[in-house]
């Protein structure tokens, strides 16, 4: 996942209506992989619910976040000993923003 958040289903070769953005992003014209319609983001209506949720979030705070410092809380741990990390800005904290760097286990 990138900063556009939209997820893509693996296919190997094209699907019977493409379910993924990069046909979109690429705009294949020719050929298998070629787009035809609007895209379709497939079944899992919930998941892009919370994804467009978090898009639209990002869209509202990254102009005024872009190019602020930001102050680490909890860093990132190379031995995986902590599996979260946090950072806020420096000069003048808004946000508060907490990762997980562990797949298997919510922390």
Known sequence: MALGFE????????????????LYVFQETDGPKATSGLYRFG??????????????????????LTGAPCRLLVPPDATASQAFFAWTQADEPRYLFVGNADTSTAV
């Open 43 to 64: 079944r899992n209506g919930n998941l892009f619910y919370n994804l467009t949720r978090i898009r639209l979030f990002a869209e509202d705070v990254l102009p005024e």
């Open 7 to 22: 997820c893509r289903d693996v296919h190997n070769s094209p699907a019977p209506n493409e379910h993924y953005t990069k």
